[in-house]
């Protein structure tokens, strides 16, 4: 006789469901870390309290999570005009100085910092595969310990890496810890994909741009690796685009889509040069576009269109990118606040009678799941328990309504304002703090020193 499944029972006075706010929820979660079931205008005896609204865990759908080392060491301007590509050179360097356990415990304290800011999933860009001439599955299962370690559901990207520019240029000396062959990438992906099996994380592929991957070897990295979310970083920079049209005549999004069809795996990362064309391409498609606005503003990107793009039916997710804040609420404030700035307007990105923060947490958090695979995104029975809890002692939103706790979270507030974190129902932020972080802080520390006295 099977054993019956043992659950977990929570209940909380507010919670975002997929279909808004609810009242006194119960929420019901299986062993494996699932909704199993949800009752509303529920009593609470014998469950366990939550505080404060309840909201889905949101999804980073891009982060490169070695940058966190140089966050907020790139503001000295050392040339006549400092730019993305003087930024990379930078962070080519920091790379360069990592080895492979040093990677893994910076990844770990980096996802505690993303759980604390809200986020519950991360799908990592990853492309040092050869730190300190490691072999790649060595840093890939370093990260996939780090995810492990911090309570992070991990969707890892493995990227594929071949050029330097458009034309099959050869890589740069810096660039070679990331070039691997397609052979070397599919059987990668293969084990790594059974090393994840049961677990709550996923292993997609990231051919990392077509600066790096000539867009005629895509059909074959697709027949390679058959499944999986697909995530690529497009016209992010305006030279990339001209170099494109130089190249073959085309802008990166038409050239991209003559050549592969732009379906549910596909995440099209930044987008931000995206002309009126590319935009209805993508629109049209079912690929999510991952827009990444506080490394988007720090490198001087520019400013992806999201309302013209939501308008014709597209949708988008946000990433953490560099890692330079490691918020929730922050990306999606400044995503709206872009968009405010270039069309003089205010809340930009909800439709009349909609509240911001409820419009910007939900698109974001069900588009982020699909981009990486990931059984999350609202908080409904099949769904993973990955949630929020806001504080709702908070002096900022203590007695308020729902939804003004929700606006005053993604407007006014960053970490502050979080309480509490859990993935696969298991509390991994409580009062705002990770628990493991401390004892990782002496190291990380002593990785910055290293790194500013090396400069
Ligand atoms: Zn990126």
């Known amino acids: 006789m099977a054993s019956p499944v043992?659950?977990?029972?929570?209940?909380?006075?507010?919670?975002?469901?997929?279909?808004?706010?609810?009242?006194?929820?119960?929420?019901?979660?299986?062993?494996?870390?699932?909704?199993?079931?949800?009752e509303t205008d529920a009593q609470a005896a014998g469950a366990t309290r939550l505080q404060g609204p309840v909201i889905p865990g949101m999804v980073n759908v891009h982060s490169h999570i070695h940058q966190r080392l140089i966050a907020g060491l790139t503001g000295y301007r050392a040339?006549?005009?400092?730019?993305?590509?003087?930024?990379?050179?930078?962070?080519?360097?920091?790379?360069?100085?990592?080895?492979?356990?040093?990677?893994?415990?910076?990844?770990?304290f980096a996802f505690m910092e993303l759980i604390e800011g809200g986020y519950t999933v991360?799908?990592?860009?990853?492309?040092?595969?050869?730190?300190?001439?490691?072999e790649p599955v060595e840093t890939a299962t370093g990260l996939l310990e780090a995810a492990d370690a911090s309570g992070m559901a991990l969707t890892l990207l493995p990227v594929w890496y071949r050029y330097s520019g458009f034309g099959r240029r050869a890589p740069a000396d810096r660039q070679r810890p990331f070039v691997m062959t397609l052979d070397e990438l599919s059987g990668l992906v293969g084990g790594l994909r059974d090393h994840v099996a049961g677990s709550s994380h996923r292993v997609g592929v990231a051919p990392h741009s077509l600066r790096a991957v000539e867009v005629s070897d895509l059909p074959e990295l697709l027949s390679a690796i058959e499944s999986g979310?697909?995530?690529?970083?497009?016209?992010?920079?305006p030279a990339?685009?001209?170099?494109?049209?130089?190249?073959?005549?085309?802008?990166?999004?038409?050239?991209?889509?003559?050549?592969?069809?732009?379906?549910?795996?596909?995440?099209?990362?930044?987008?931000?040069?995206?002309?009126?064309e590319e935009l209805r391409v993508m629109a049209r498609s079912d690929a999510v576009v991952g827009l990444c606005p506080t490394t988007e503003a720090d490198l001087g990107d520019g400013l992806f269109p999201v309302r013209r793009f939501i308008d014709q039916g597209g949708?988008?997710?946000?990433?953490?990118?560099?890692?330079?804040?490691?918020?929730?609420?922050?990306?999606?404030?400044?995503?709206?606040?872009?968009?405010?700035?270039?069309?003089?307007?205010?809340?930009?990105?909800?439709?009349?009678?909609?509240?911001?923060?409820?419009?910007?947490?939900?698109?974001a958090a069900l588009a982020g799941a699909d981009a990486?695979?990931?059984?999350?995104?609202?908080?409904?029975?099949?769904?993973?328990?990955?949630?929020?809890?806001?504080?709702?002692?908070?002096?900022?939103?203590?007695?308020?309504?729902?939804?003004?706790?929700?606006?005053?979270?993604?407007?006014?507030?960053?970490?502050?304002?979080?309480?509490?974190?859990?993935?696969?129902?298991?509390?991994?932020?409580?009062?705002?703090?990770?628990?493991?972080?401390?004892?990782?802080?002496?190291?990380?520390?002593?990785?910055?020193?290293?790194?500013?006295?090396?400069?």
Request: overall charge negative; proline content about 4%; hydrophobic content about 40%.
């Open 6 to 38: 043992s659950t977990t029972i929570f209940h909380c006075p507010h919670a975002l469901l997929g279909d808004g706010w609810a009242r006194d929820c119960r929420i019901t979660v299986d062993d494996d870390g699932m909704i199993a079931g949800i």
């Open 79 to 108: 040339v006549g005009a400092d730019s993305f590509w003087t930024w990379r050179e930078q962070m080519y360097r920091a790379v360069g100085l990592l080895s492979p356990d040093e990677l893994r415990t910076l990844a770990t």
């Open 122 to 134: 991360t799908g990592e860009f990853h492309y040092p595969h050869r730190l300190g001439g490691a």
């Open 229 to 237: 979310p697909v995530h690529l970083h497009i016209s992010e920079q």
């Open 240 to 276: 990339e685009v001209s170099e494109c049209r130089e190249h073959c005549g085309r802008t990166p999004i038409e050239l991209l889509a003559e050549h592969v069809d732009l379906d549910r795996r596909w995440c099209l990362i930044h987008a931000t040069h995206a002309d009126d």
């Open 315 to 363: 949708r988008y997710a946000i990433g953490s990118d560099s890692n330079l804040v490691t918020d929730a609420a922050s990306e999606l404030r400044l995503l709206d606040w872009g968009q405010r700035l270039e069309l003089n307007r205010r809340n930009v990105l909800c439709d009349e009678g909609e509240h911001l923060g409820r419009r910007l947490w939900t698109d």
């Open 372 to 455: 990486l695979d990931q059984p999350v995104g609202t908080l409904a029975v099949g769904r993973r328990a990955d949630w929020v809890v806001l504080d709702s002692g908070h002096p900022l939103i203590e007695g308020l309504d729902a939804d003004d706790q929700l606006d005053t979270l993604v407007l006014a507030g960053a970490r502050d304002l979080v309480d509490q974190v859990w993935i696969a129902g298991r509390k991994q932020v409580d009062g705002g703090r990770h628990p493991g972080r401390e004892p990782l802080a002496p190291a990380l520390a002593r990785l910055r020193r290293r790194l500013t006295r090396t400069a």
